[in-house]
Structure formats: structure tokens, C-alpha cells
């Protein structure tokens, strides 16, 4: 049984079809889920999987996971009519010049939302009971968000107990919808502006493997000519800078490991794919179709990833949930370190 760290990325909707792929990782395959880290969408499917893994275990994970994005659905009339709106002005952005409106010229509708359907499915007390564990008895869970007076990339964890329902509503602002949020003295937007997601404290849960759900794909098939596809592709560019730049350091890592000994060694990253064409407009809908079909993918496509891993030939046992880590864990190298090793 291997350990693994999960990393969700975020990205609207789109990240429907992490919330599918987590289902099918918590209900099948050999391994042990040691660290869960996410950046808005990606935040609250970490926030999910971590509190149900503690709470109830691996079927309760995919629980939550499913309903809240169940839940998150447009399904009476009023929602129906607003989401067709929503992404309607999304994909005319890209096609002619509309009115901007600042998010501090109107109540905040949105954010008021998100919290309620949260709340719904975390009890944000227990989540701080929680955290006071000893760190070798729950995963190590990461959200990521940036201080937007600084420019400081913050990865809130719960072994500092910094987990809040204000620091997931932090990682989810993306402006111009939500306004900034205020913790811990400073105030923060969507952490797609930073990490996304945070990876590089990863390997201090000593994971054998890193398991990255990509939204934001690496590559296009053309080239894009109108403004919405130049719109669309300067998204997925700016939504994968920081995820590179930190696989980057954990693979410089994973060369030298051998040279560098103890405590570094080899993590392993693999990923599974939102392998889509869906423009950025999609990220706002919350339509039943489209948020159905990307769980469904999701599971689809977690399932074709577990059965390609080089020991899906042994026995599929359920997910283990909440189990000890090894004491001291793995550490990372400091950056400060990587300019010294040889390219």
C-alpha cells in the first residue's frame, strides 16, 4: 500500500470533475491518503475529502465531495435563469466591451452563497477540534490563497491550525466576483493567483507519490485567433504557472535525491487530467447536465488512472482512510538549496 499526497487544482465548475475523481480514489484502489492540498474549487474539494476521511472515513469523503457538488447545482427556476445569464456575459466578454462593476458596489451575494452551502457540509467548530491533533494523526491538508497588499503566496494548514471557514472562502475569491477576504490581519484573493495548488510542502507528509488533478490543461490543439480563445488560453496558461513551478522543484529534487541522501528521497508525481475542450465561459456554469457529466468524468477518468498504476494488478482494496504516519515524515529541499545543485 502506497502514500499519497492528492493535489486539487482549481477552476469554477471544471472543478466538478476533481470532485469525481476523488470519489473514485477514496472508493477504490491500494493506498493511503498521508496529504490533501487545493486552491478554490480545488480547496473546497481538499476541505471535503480531508474532514469526511476523519469524520467518517473514505465513503463519508466521497459523500461530501459528491453532494456538495450535487448541491452547488442551478436547479430552480431563479438559479436556472441566473446561471444562463452568468455564462451567457461570460462568453460575450470575450466578443464585445461590457461594463465592469466593482464587488464592492453591490451586497455580497456570492460570498453569502458559498458560506451558506459550506456550512452545510462542514461543521467548521469540529474543524478546529480536529486540528488539534497530533500531526501524525491526520492528513496534512493545505489550502492556498495570496495577500493581496504583499503578493505573499499563503498556504493555510491545518498543522498550524489555520484552517477557518474564512481561510476556504479566502482561496475561493476571485475578484471581480468576490471581494477580498480578511484573516489573520491581512486579506486575500483566490489562491489562483499563487499555488494552484500549493505542492511544495507536500513532501513533509511523507508521501511515496504526489497525485495532481489537473483543470488547466498543459497544451492546445490550435492556436488561438479569436479574443474568447485568447482569453481562454491565457486562463489555462496563468491557472498552470505556479503548478509547474513547483513539480519543477519536486522532480530537481527527485534527480538528486540519491546524491543528497537522507531525509530527501524520490516522490513520485503522477496525474490524472481534465482532458477537455471547454472554454473558460463553462467555469461559471453550475447548470445539472454539466456538473453531472463532469463527475461522472471524473470518475472515469480516476478509474482509468488507477488501473494504468504500475500495481493495479494487485488486489483493489477499498481506500484506507485516516491511519499514522511515519514519524519525522519527508522533507522538502529549501529552494534557497535547489540553485546549488547542478541543472
Same mark, same amino acid.
Given at each position: 500500500?502506497?502514500?499519497?499526497?492528492?493535489?486539487?487544482?482549481?477552476?469554477?465548475?471544471?472543478?466538478?470533475?476533481?470532485?469525481?475523481?476523488?470519489?473514485?480514489?477514496?472508493?477504490?484502489?491500494?493506498?493511503?491518503?498521508?496529504?490533501?492540498?487545493?486552491?478554490?474549487?480545488?480547496?473546497?474539494?481538499?476541505?471535503?475529502?480531508?474532514?469526511?476521511?476523519?469524520?467518517?472515513?473514505?465513503?463519508?469523503?466521497?459523500?461530501?465531495?459528491?453532494?456538495?457538488?450535487?448541491?452547488?447545482?442551478?436547479?430552480?427556476?431563479?438559479?436556472?435563469?441566473?446561471?444562463?445569464?452568468?455564462?451567457?456575459?461570460?462568453?460575450?466578454?470575450?466578443?464585445?466591451?461590457?461594463?465592469?462593476?466593482?464587488?464592492?458596489?453591490?451586497?455580497?451575494?456570492?460570498?453569502?452563497?458559498?458560506?451558506?452551502?459550506?456550512?452545510?457540509?462542514?461543521?467548521?467548530?469540529?474543524?478546529?477540534?480536529?486540528? &488539534?491533533?497530533?500531526?501524525?494523526?491526520?492528513?496534512?491538508?493545505?489550502?492556498?490563497?495570496?495577500?493581496?497588499?504583499?503578493?505573499?503566496?499563503?498556504?493555510?494548514?491545518?498543522?498550524?491550525? #489555520?484552517?477557518?471557514?474564512?481561510?476556504?472562502?479566502?482561496?475561493?475569491?476571485?475578484?471581480?466576483?468576490?471581494?477580498?477576504?480578511?484573516?489573520?490581519?491581512?486579506?486575500?484573493?483566490?489562491?489562483?493567483?499563487?499555488?494552484?495548488?500549493?505542492?511544495?510542502?507536500?513532501?513533509?507528509?511523507?508521501?511515496?507519490?504526489?497525485?495532481?488533478?489537473?483543470?488547466?490543461?498543459?497544451?492546445?490543439?490550435? &492556436?488561438?485567433?479569436?479574443?474568447?480563445?485568447?482569453?481562454?488560453?491565457?486562463?489555462?496558461?496563468?491557472?498552470?504557472?505556479?503548478?509547474?513551478?513547483?513539480?519543477?522543484?519536486?522532480?530537481?529534487?527527485?534527480?538528486?535525491?540519491?546524491?543528497?541522501?537522507?531525509?530527501?528521497?524520490?516522490?513520485?508525481?503522477?496525474?490524472?487530467?481534465?482532458?477537455?475542450?471547454?472554454?473558460?465561459?463553462?467555469?461559471?456554469?453550475?447548470?445539472?447536465?454539466?456538473?453531472?457529466?463532469?463527475?461522472?468524468?471524473?470518475?472515469?477518468?480516476?478509474?482509468?488512472?488507477?488501473?494504468?498504476?504500475?500495481?493495479?494488478?494487485?488486489?483493489?482494496?477499498?481506500?484506507?482512510?485516516?491511519?499514522?504516519?511515519?514519524?519525522?515524515?519527508?522533507?522538502?529541499?529549501?529552494? #534557497?538549496?535547489?540553485?546549488?545543485?547542478?541543472?
Amino acid at each position: 500500500m502506497s502514500n499519497v499526497a492528492i493535489a486539487c487544482q482549481g477552476g469554477g465548475s471544471h472543478t466538478a470533475f476533481t470532485a469525481g475523481a476523488l470519489k473514485c480514489l477514496l472508493t477504490k484502489g491500494d493506498h493511503r491518503i498521508v496529504a490533501l492540498s487545493g486552491t478554490s474549487g480545488g480547496a473546497i474539494c481538499a476541505l471535503l475529502t480531508w474532514y469526511g476521511l476523519q469524520t467518517g472515513g473514505p465513503t463519508e469523503a466521497a459523500r461530501l465531495v459528491d453532494g456538495f457538488w450535487k448541491a452547488n447545482e442551478a436547479t430552480t427556476l431563479i438559479e436556472q435563469v441566473a446561471n444562463t445569464w452568468m455564462v451567457s456575459l461570460a462568453r460575450l466578454e470575450g466578443q464585445v466591451a461590457l461594463p465592469v462593476v466593482s464587488p464592492y458596489a453591490y451586497p455580497e451575494v456570492a460570498r453569502r452563497a458559498l458560506t451558506d452551502l459550506l456550512t452545510r457540509f462542514v461543521d467548521f467548530d469540529r474543524v478546529a477540534r480536529l486540528q &488539534e491533533s497530533p500531526a501524525d494523526a491526520q492528513p496534512l491538508l493545505l489550502i492556498g490563497a495570496v495577500d493581496v497588499a504583499t503578493g505573499a503566496h499563503r498556504a493555510f494548514s491545518n498543522r498550524r491550525r #489555520e484552517i477557518t471557514l474564512n481561510a476556504v472562502l479566502a482561496s475561493a475569491a476571485v475578484p471581480p466576483l468576490f471581494r477580498a477576504v480578511h484573516e489573520d490581519g491581512s486579506y486575500f484573493w483566490d489562491g489562483l493567483f499563487s499555488q494552484n495548488p500549493p505542492v511544495r510542502e507536500l513532501p513533509d507528509a511523507g508521501p511515496d507519490e504526489i497525485w495532481v488533478i489537473r483543470i488547466n490543461p498543459l497544451t492546445t490543439s490550435r &492556436e488561438p485567433k479569436t479574443m474568447a480563445e485568447i482569453a481562454d488560453r491565457r486562463n489555462e496558461l496563468s491557472g498552470n504557472l505556479s503548478l509547474e513551478q513547483e513539480l519543477y522543484f519536486i522532480r530537481k529534487v527527485n534527480k538528486w535525491a540519491g546524491r543528497l541522501g537522507a531525509p530527501y528521497r524520490h516522490v513520485e508525481v503522477r496525474e490524472i487530467d481534465l482532458d477537455l475542450e471547454l472554454d473558460h465561459a463553462s467555469k461559471v456554469d453550475r447548470s445539472p447536465a454539466f456538473i453531472g457529466w463532469l463527475l461522472d468524468e471524473g470518475q472515469k477518468q480516476a478509474g482509468r488512472f488507477l488501473a494504468a498504476l504500475p500495481d493495479a494488478g494487485l488486489a483493489a482494496l477499498p481506500a484506507a482512510g485516516l491511519t499514522a504516519l511515519p514519524a519525522g515524515g519527508t522533507a522538502a529541499l529549501p529552494i #534557497e538549496d535547489l540553485a546549488a545543485l547542478p541543472s
